[in-house]
């Protein structure tokens, strides 16, 4: 299908990819991501299975030369973010970590009781993600500004704004049917109320 689209396609609208640089290295590299404050470089968390750990690089977009490297305790699912002057991780399935994204120094780590299965998202000037039923909003300094509770869900997935609503995924119980149901809500992001709810049926 999509060498079929190509032949309607004008040659002179084509854009040619150049590579400006390559660099190898020995490990399983996961998603690049980026500081919207510095076009410069950019960051990557890797993992060596030579070494059994993960590594979090910064590097310069122009050059790919390394600016700093420093080792992470990795276990969570989601892409780590850039936020104001910190480069936060999750560390070790329970915990977010932050790092000083000018030198890769450990700043410090916030612990909570369960699994975090979500990406972090900067909305509005607070790190926002989940764990088990409990949609988070932290500070630069890990001080957890929201913790609203969605009863009876599993939340995972990224967290994205629309509006003043935040809207999250995850799965529910339903007891009446016992089955576990997909789910999308959109919360208010000020006080944590749920605006509504969309049952998208059956799903583990």
């Known amino acids: 299908m999509f060498r079929k689209n190509l032949v309607h396609i004008s040659h002179s609208d084509l854009v040619s990819l150049s590579i400006k640089w ?38 310069n977009q ?11 305790v990795n276990g969570g699912y989601g ?10 991780c999750l560390n070790s ?26 990406s972090m998202n900067v909305i509005d000037g607070y790190i926002w993600f989940s764990h088990t039923s409990h949609l988070i909003a932290l500070d630069e300094n890990g001080k957890i500004i929201h913790d609203f509770h969605v009863p009876n869900a ?25 089955t576990s149901n997909k789910f999308i809500w959109a919360i208010d992001k000020k006080n944590g ?6 049952n998208l049926g059956v799903g583990s």
């Open 22 to 59: 390559i660099k190898k290295y020995p490990w399983l590299i996961r998603t690049v991501f980026f500081d919207y404050e510095d076009d410069t470089s950019a960051y990557v968390e890797a993992y060596s299975e030579k070494k059994q750990e993960y590594i979090l690089t910064k590097f």
């Open 62 to 72: 122009i050059t790919g030369d390394i600016k700093w490297q420093t080792h992470v």
């Open 79 to 88: 892409t780590p973010i850039v936020f104001k002057n910190l480069v936060f």
């Open 93 to 118: 399935f329970d915990s977010i970590a932050a790092y000083n994204k000018n030198n890769g120094k450990y700043l410090f780590n916030r612990k909570f009781d369960d699994r975090i299965r979500s």
């Open 154 to 178: 599993f939340l995972y997935g990224t967290v994205s704004k629309y509006q003043d609503e935040l809207i999250i995924i995850g799965t529910k119980y339903i007891q009446d049917e016992n």
């Open 193 to 198: 109320n749920k605006l509504f709810e969309v």
